[in-house]
Each structure stands twice: as structure tokens, then as C-alpha cells.
């Protein structure tokens, strides 16, 4: 509980990407623990071993005895090319925090606060107009961009098994937070060009609403599990204000609507002997229908689509070293935003282990994510980032009655 105000505090400072300055900054996935080294997989994931807010029908899969925590602190270095220089930040901070218990034999609930969007950014570039003075002459003009913050959420669901093989539950989420963005323009000749900056800034207060399915069927001694989610289509609370500086102050306060776009995600996953598990998740978002600023279409629809697989050799086993669990995975999709009129592509590859501790249950999972969006010829920017992270999945038993003899 202590870690909860230092997540909310330190949620931008996980991003250095000029990427971030569009639409709501870099959309962060609910992904958590193991699934984050399995290429971000969730949709169609049932597992009693780690917490799985992407599809909250998975929280009824909790032992009746059991209570399981999952925290998580990561590192990012960027790396930002134009073409002809290369600039590289670190950044580090906590991930999330979510908790999951049983409130009866069938029914799990979950809460937890993690981030939705982080913004962070700090770059320069020099640009020139005509010289009103001069005609035929241009004057070079300065431009800085710089961007902090975010949007935080709030979840708690709860989930229900029926008719022994299907289980259904829902999120409810809170979102909040704040987004800032600052221009500053100085010119050359600042006889006849006055500096200009401009400082916008984004507050958020909405609450959200996933619904979530999972069918899970033992084939033998394997088990196949298909899920689903969706995500309504809800308006978006928010403010937004403009204070341009140059000899004087203007402020616009102007009322704008936003929407949180609708959202489908399914997904499947098989697991071999308690040995394999192997997963594909595909996920769409419509944003083009989402109101940004009034205006539909102002953002891109998007998809995303994730494989990973985890193997351990002998679960169980007295050996430790039989008992460590091995991540692949990787992730594909479609960026929500627009950048000089082209969305462009995101691709990242993750791998990770599980370190198990006490009783087995309990394990430290590190992973690793090394990942490209961007290109050259028509954003004009390309980013390659390689995170690092470590997660540890609390698995306890805490309902057990004590007989004393």
C-alpha cells in the first residue's frame, strides 16, 4: 500500500519518446507479471499463478485458499534517430500494483492501480520564416517541445464461474490525471519577433467498463481456454486549457468532448502437460470513431497482435533448476496516432524467467522487451527501446482455518 502514491507520482517518468506528444502519449498495456514475457499475451489467459486484469473473467480461477499480489518496477533506454544523430535517455519507475483474493469458491475479485498513458518528452529543432524586414530573406526561429505526465487508472473487478466450464466477469475503472504540453519559439531577430510560449494542458476524471468471457476445456491431461473481452464505447470527462504567452497572456478554456474508443479483444491459449503454455491474443480499438477535441477520425483505429509461449521442464520438482520457467514472445500493431499524416508500425519481441521462491507459488519473474516503431521516410523519426523489468507474484495462502489440539 505504501508503493500505491509512489506509482501515481512517477507514472511519466518510464517514457522518453517524441512519440508520446500525439493523442494521449504512450498507451501502456494491462498486461502484468509473466504475461508482460509473453509478447503482452491476456485475452485468452486463465492461470491461478499471476493476476490477470486484461480479461477480468480470469479471477475466478484463484484458489479458495489463496491471496496473490503482483508488483513491478521496470527500466526503458530510448533510443531516437532522425537519420543523422542518435539521442538515448533512461528512465525507470514502478510499474503497477493489483491484488486478487476469493470471495467464494467460484466468485475472485481484483483491484489495482496502474497507468493507461505516460507522456515524456524533450527536443529541439531549428526552422526559419520570411524576414518581413528583409523580403527574400528568411530569419531562423528556435522551437522546443517538452511533455509530462499522464493518466493513471483505478480498476476493481470481479469474476463468477458458470456451468463449471465458463467463467464471465467485469472491470470497473477509474481514470484520472494530468497531461502537459509546452512550445517555446525564440527567433533571431528579436527586434521584430517576439518569443512565443505556449502551454497546453490535459486533466482527466472518467470511469471506464470492460466485460470479460473465458471457456477453458481439459483435453486429457492439457487444457484449451478461449477468451473475449469487450470494452463499451464511453465518453470522457475531461478539461482542457491553452495559455499562450508572448506580450500578453491568453487563456483558452474552450469545452472539447473525448471518448474512450470501443474495444474487442480475443484471444486463445493451450497448455501442454502443466509443462507448455502457448497463447495468441488479437486486439482492435476504434479510435476513428472516438471524439478527440469534437472531432471524430482524428485518431486511427488500431490493432495489435501477440504470441508468447512459457515452458518449464519439471514443475514441482524438487530439483530448483527443473522448476524455472522460460518466456518468449513478441507483439505487432498499428500506432493510434498520426504523425505528419502516416500512422506507422510497432513491434517489440520480449523473453523473461521465473524465479520460483518459498513454496513455489511465490515467484520473481524478470523480463525483457526489446521493441521499434517509427521510420525515417515518413515520420521522420525511428525509435528503438529495450526495457528490463521485475515483477514478483505474491501467492499465499492466507484462508485456512487453524485447528488447535
Avoid at 509473453?38 to 493476476?51: A, P, Q, S, V
Avoid at 479471477?59 to 489463496?66: A, E, M
Avoid at 497572456?249 to 509443462?275: C, E, R
Wanted: aromatic residues 16%; hydrophobic residues 35%.
Amino acid at each position: 500500500m505504501l508503493a500505491l502514491p509512489v506509482l501515481v507520482f512517477s507514472e511519466n517518468l518510464n517514457v522518453a519518446s517524441p512519440y508520446s506528444r500525439y493523442g494521449y502519449g504512450d498507451l501502456q498495456p494491462m498486461s502484468v507479471g509473466p504475461a508482460k514475457s509473453m509478447g503482452g499475451l491476456g485475452y485468452g489467459i486463465r492461470d491461478h499463478r499471476f493476476i490477470n486484469p486484461m480479461n477480468p473473467a480470469s479471477y475466478s480461477s484463484i484458489d479458495s485458499l489463496t491471496f496473490m499480489m503482483n508488483f513491478a518496477l521496470s527500466g526503458t533506454v530510448n533510443g531516437i534517430s532522425n537519420g543523422s544523430q542518435v539521442y538515448n535517455q533512461f528512465r525507470g519507475k514502478v510499474d503497477y500494483v493489483t491484488f486478487q483474493f476469493p470471495v467464494y469458491k467460484f466468485i475472485g475479485l481484483s483491484f489495482g492501480i496502474m497507468p493507461f498513458s505516460c507522456v515524456g518528452y524533450k527536443y529541439s529543432q531549428t526552422d526559419s520564416i520570411p524576414d518581413v524586414t528583409l523580403p527574400g530573406e528568411n530569419t531562423p526561429v528556435k522551437q522546443s517541445f517538452e511533455g509530462s505526465g499522464g493518466f493513471t487508472q483505478v480498476y476493481l473487478g470481479i469474476s463468477f464461474d458458470i456451468m463449471n466450464r465458463v467463467s464471465v466477469g467485469v472491470n470497473g475503472r477509474y481514470m484520472f490525471g494530468e497531461i502537459s504540453h509546452t512550445r517555446n519559439a525564440t527567433f533571431e531577430n528579436k527586434q521584430i519577433f517576439n518569443a512565443t510560449r505556449q502551454s497546453h494542458y490535459m486533466n482527466v476524471s472518467s470511469f471506464l467498463c470492460d466485460l470479460g468471457l473465458l471457456y477453458h476445456q481439459p483435453i486429457k491431461k492439457d487444457e484449451l481456454v478461449i477468451g473475449a473481452t469487450y470494452s463499451f464505447k464511453l465518453p470522457m470527462p475531461m478539461t482542457s486549457q491553452i495559455v499562450t504567452q508572448t506580450n500578453s497572456q491568453v487563456t483558452d478554456d474552450s469545452k472539447y468532448d473525448f471518448d474512450y474508443p470501443m474495444t474487442v479483444g480475443v484471444g486463445v491459449s493451450y497448455k501442454f502437460l502443466d509443462k507448455v503454455v502457448a497463447g495468441v491474443d488479437f486486439e482492435w480499438r476504434d479510435w476513428s470513431n472516438a471524439r478527440y477535441f469534437s472531432v471524430s477520425d482524428t485518431l486511427r483505429t488500431t490493432y495489435r497482435i501477440a504470441a508468447g509461449v512459457e515452458y518449464v521442464n519439471k514443475p514441482g520438482s524438487k530439483k530448483y533448476g527443473e522448476n524455472l520457467r522460460y518466456r518468449l514472445g513478441f507483439n505487432y500493431g498499428k500506432s493510434y496516432t498520426r504523425i505528419n499524416g502516416y500512422s506507422y508500425d510497432e513491434f517489440a519481441i520480449t523473453a523473461g524467467l521465473g524465479f520460483p521462491l518459498f513454496n513455489n507459488l511465490t515467484t520473481l519473474n524478470v523480463y525483457l522487451e526489446s521493441g521499434h516503431r517509427g521510420n525515417i521516410n515518413q515520420v521522420g523519426l525511428v525509435e528503438d527501446y529495450f526495457k528490463f523489468g521485475l515483477d514478483i507474484s505474491l501467492n499465499e495462502r492466507w484462508f485456512v482455518k487453524r485447528k488447535l489440539k
